[in-house]
């Protein structure tokens, strides 16, 4: 025997399914869309898709919003941050960056990998798969506007 969601689509009971739908809190909405890629579609096109429904679902999403604060113990002025899951990156004035751990905010690696005579003025860092980048932005002793340089660390 089939379980009742896949007979619910299998009749085309668009209504019911998008009433049902409707009635679940955004992250148990989010967490659906992971079941399948029918159930996916489905949320997507006629649920999130519906213009009647959707400005209540944003007003719902904000409401449900549960932001995760992070203290973070930095040793300069911070000039960009990057996150995913586990990792955060700071960006300092300085050219340097840190790497802390997302859920306790222990610094877990420096990147100090400055030249010698270079006067940085900030750094931005981007966080992707197994990659950390960042890019320095400075002048050598001569004052020359526009030096970048670059790092990347796997």
């Known amino acids: 025997m089939k379980d009742i969601m896949s007979e619910l689509f299998k009749w ?15 992250n148990t909405l989010r967490r659906c869309c992971e079941v399948s890629k029918l159930w996916r579609e489905f949320i997507n096109r006629r649920v999130w898709g519906c213009a009647r429904l959707r400005p209540g679902l944003i007003v719902r999403l904000w409401r449900d919003f549960e932001p995760v604060q992070q203290e973070l113990v930095v040793r300069g002025s911070v000039t960009s941050i990057a996150c995913d899951d586990q990792i955060m990156v700071c960006g300092y004035t300085n050219g340097t960056c840190e790497v802390f751990n997302e859920e306790t905010g222990e610094c877990i690696d420096t990147f100090d990998d400055n030249e010698e005579g270079v006067h940085y003025t900030s750094s931005k860092v981007t966080v992707g798969k197994n990659i950390i980048e960042k890019i320095s932005y400075g002048s050598d002793q001569s004052d020359r506007a526009g030096n970048n340089y670059f790092g990347i660390w796997r």
């Open 12 to 26: 085309d009971q668009d209504i019911f399914l998008q009433k049902l739908f409707i009635s679940l809190d955004t």
